[in-house]
């Protein structure tokens, strides 16, 4: 079956919008992070207290995650959250929902 469409740009932009949109969706203000270094360092707790989404970098946006234990505030990427889940290494950043869940 062959599709005509008589406005291509129009699926485009669409598609642009729906991936925005998820991608705003993604990540939000007091979301909890988790940072998991290895087993000589201890598990550290954070939430998220910004995302600028104006700074991007290969699709993905700066989220600034501030740490209880020593009140650090770390700016990591939205794409290295959740990256370790299915890995070998489990080192990384995870949502609290994908590491306890």
Do not use: Q
Request: negative net charge.
């Amino acid at each position: 079956m062959k599709l005509i469409v008589d406005k291509p740009y129009f699926a485009l932009y669409t598609s642009n919008i729906i991936k925005r949109e998820r991608e705003f969706d993604m990540y939000k203000k007091g979301d909890k992070i988790i940072g998991v270094f290895g087993a000589m360092f201890p598990i550290e707790e954070g939430e998220i207290i910004s995302v600028d989404y104006d700074m991007k970098l290969d699709g993905a946006y700066a989220v600034d995650v501030l740490f209880h234990e020593d009140g650090a505030v770390k700016k990591i990427m939205s794409s290295e959250i959740d990256d370790a889940v299915g890995k070998l290494s489990p080192v990384g950043y995870y949502t609290e929902e994908a590491y306890y869940g």
